[in-house]
């Protein structure tokens, strides 16, 4: 359970910026194909999401990897984290 609560702490910080920037890309993507979709807003969310995370958690919070160590999780496990998180919240617009 502390593992869980540790990764949504974590992810807490990528997931508004994450889907507001996915939204425009989403709505831009609909105006150039007339059509409205989520799956748009979906496949921006699986780029955007990690793109977030190395601009938040590499450049600018680098020393914040030591806090999540301490509470057990390690650079990879975050990374991969964040790839399967914003991969499950794409399947799910794309279904949608």
Known sequence: ????????IFFGKL????IVISIIVGFAGTMV????SLKYIGLAFLFI?????FFVYEL???KE???YYNMGLSKATLWSSTFS???????ILFLI
């Open 1 to 8: 359970m502390k593992f869980i609560l540790s990764i949504l």
């Open 15 to 18: 997931f508004i910026p994450s």
């Open 33 to 36: 194909t007339g059509s409205f």
């Open 49 to 53: 999401c990690p793109l977030i995370h």
């Open 60 to 62: 600018k919070n680098e």
């Open 65 to 67: 990897y030591y806090f």
């Open 85 to 91: 998180i914003s991969l499950f919240i794409c399947i």
